[in-house]
């Protein structure tokens, strides 16, 4: 007799392998998953941390961790007149900008998740306080240049610059000379997308020189402390004006002379994916076979929704844009217009290489595609009644490829008392785990979410 596995999370929708026939809970229509009791309660807990992940002169950048159940989040702003915490805004994610806030000015925030009931969003328990205090206004200091472009840093501040040909980075002075390292940030103009990384490098834009030559404009940020914090409980203001303030200092970022910088430019996908919406359109429209869509690189998903489905099938296949895997620059998501807040698939995923859409993976019904709430990509499959799992996927920088990270695996082929595997990247023998140490470590994962597809029919 084959076990049963179910793929829980502490905090979220179960993923569940129907098709391999190992799966007991109760499943939520079309979606795979199925609701855990803590998800299906109307009472939604507070968000387990919240904090400002990123602030300037005006605005702050709050994130929190998911809530299962949620619908949408709620974020309160802090009247100090009226001495109550009041509505600013709902967001479907787990991250919401703050914007028009005063220079130098201290404020205060919660979050609450939301659920929809009888057509209208109930909260749940409000986050502990989030405190921002916004940087104070920028002013312009001294302007450094490398050979290609410019930056002006603000006044007052304490800082080394370090500079090469194509490239400015900076520290804050005090950190540096007592070997706490001190970087806040590095700016390079790259000729070529495949000459960053894109794991912490992240595009803010294109320059132009006179001659016609583009450049990607890339900003690193450091990956741990850099600053004393035996001496300082919080970050030092003048670090912060480095590290924070790197938002206003490459706002005044200028390309050398004769040539253009634009910020936001080859970023957003809006602007890289005009062509191949227009494809899937007519490929929606005509109805194309599954062989003519697997010639164009696209799921043969298409087919079948089209014949098993009543009414136009433009209404039922969306698009939507998100980076996944922070490189600055918008990957394009084809997947399933889904009611509500269930989690819904992804039938193609693209992305950019070399400045052009290429196309990166298909899922299907029994290799399924969805997406946790931080960029990761979970592939849901069954390749027989006896194998079945959750790969974990990241987009690959500047390649028409997703990278496994880790293969949550169900095997009774290979162990018919304890079939739970984990794969790491191109590990062939995989380690043999429990139970509950596969599912606990398939919980770190988050949340598969509800992605907001367009449908095509709405394309003009």
């Not at 194509?166 to 790259?190: H, L, M, P, Q």
Request: a negative charge.
């Amino acid at each position: 007799m084959k076990k049963k596995i179910i793929i829980k999370t502490a905090a979220f929708v179960s993923a569940v392998l129907l098709s391999a026939g190992v799966v007991s809970l109760p499943v939520c229509q079309d979606t795979g998953f199925a609701i855990t009791a803590e998800a299906a309660s109307s009472k939604l807990a507070a968000p387990s941390y919240a904090f400002c992940s990123k602030k300037s002169s005006d605005s702050a950048e709050l994130m929190w961790g998911s809530v299962s159940g949620a619908d949408a989040y709620r974020v309160y702003k802090y009247n100090a007149s009226s001495k109550k915490y009041e509505s600013y805004k709902t967001v479907k994610g787990t991250s919401c900008t703050v914007t028009g806030l005063k220079p130098g000015k201290s404020y205060s925030f919660k979050v609450a998740a939301l659920k929809k009931s009888n057509g209208k969003y109930v909260a749940g328990t409000k986050s502990e306080t989030v405190k921002v205090k916004t940087l104070k206004a920028f002013k312009a200091g001294d302007t450094v240049s490398c050979s290609l472009f410019s930056i002006t840093l603000p006044a007052g501040a304490d800082y080394v610059v370090e500079k090469e040909k194509n490239s400015i980075s900076v520290y804050d002075r005090e950190a540096k000379e007592s070997n706490w390292g001190g970087f806040a940030f590095n700016v390079t103009a790259y000729a070529k997308p495949s000459d960053y990384s894109g794991m912490m490098d992240a595009k803010i834009g294109e320059m132009t020189t006179s001659s016609g030559k583009v450049y990607d404009i890339v900003v690193r940020y450091p990956s741990d402390v850099q600053y004393d914090v035996e001496k300082y409980s919080d970050m030092p203001a003048n670090y912060e004006s480095l590290y924070y303030g790197s938002e206003d200092i490459l706002k005044t970022l200028e390309s050398g002379k004769g040539g253009s910088y634009v910020a936001g430019a080859g970023m957003k996908g809006e602007e890289l994916y005009g062509d191949v919406l227009a494809k899937y359109k007519t490929a929606l429209d005509e109805k194309w076979d599954s062989n003519k869509l697997e010639d164009e690189d696209m799921s043969p998903v298409y087919n079948q929704i089209a014949q098993s489905e009543k009414g136009s099938i433009l209404s039922k296949v969306g698009y939507a844009y998100s980076d996944l895997n922070g490189d600055g620059i918008d990957e394009l998501l084809i997947g399933e217009v889904a009611k509500g807040s269930k989690a819904n698939m992804v039938y193609d995923i693209y992305t950019m290489a070399d400045r052009k859409p290429v196309h990166a993976a298909s899922g299907w019904f029994r290799s399924s595609m969805y997406l946790f709430e931080y960029g990761m990509i979970a592939n849901v499959y069954s390749s027989s009644a006896y194998e079945s799992g959750v790969r974990i996927l990241e987009v690959v920088h500047n390649e028409a490829a997703l990278s496994t990270q880790q293969d949550f695996r169900y095997d009774y082929s290979a162990d018919e008392e304890n079939p739970w595997f984990i794969y790491y990247l191109d590990d062939e023998e995989g380690e043999k785990v429990s139970e509950e140490d596969f599912n606990q470590r398939m919980s770190n994962y988050g949340d598969f979410i509800h992605i907001d597809f367009t449908p095509f029919s709405s394309l003009k």
